[in-house]
Nanobody, 127 residues
Framework: QVQLVESGGGLVQAGGSLRLSCAASGRTFSTYAMGWFRQAPGKEREFVAAISRSGSMNNHADSVKGRFTIFRDNAKNTVYLQMNSLKPEDTAVYYC????????????????????WGQGTQVTVSS
């Protein structure tokens, strides 16, 4: 069982930056591939970024590529999402997710591949 707690959301002006954190409980964090998803009002939850359990592989959605960066610190049981050059269309609730894998370089892109989810943190970007 893994519990995930996101933090770092808030209100920011367009062009600004935020760093989201997701702290995981337990001693098996390094056995999980991690991901970030977001859900805007009235829309489906969508993939934002994913990182392998080793941290050496990552993938970002085209809509955030070049602006957002996912990274992790296994010693701190934490995954991060650095968000730069924020746009109003980035406004959403951001969720982190964990999916167990036996492969160090495995990435998960689909929601169904993740077993555990955080409660979400609101990010609002004003124009």
């Amino acid at each position: 069982q893994v519990q995930l707690v996101e933090s770092g959301g808030g209100l920011v002006q367009a062009g600004g930056s935020l760093r989201l954190s997701c702290a995981a409980s337990g001693r098996t964090f390094s056995t999980y591939a991690m991901g970030w998803f977001r859900q805007a009002p009235g829309k489906e939850r969508e993939f934002v970024a994913a990182i392998s359990r080793s941290g050496s592989m990552n993938n970002h959605a085209d809509s955030v590529k070049g602006r957002f960066t996912i990274f992790r610190d296994n010693a701190k049981n934490t995954v991060y999402l650095q968000m730069n050059s924020l746009k109003p269309e980035d406004t959403a609730v951001y969720y982190c997710a964990a999916g167990r894998t036996g492969e160090a370089l495995r990435l998960y892109i689909l929601r169904s591949e993740y077993e555990y989810w955080g409660q979400g943190t609101q990010v609002t970007v004003s124009s």
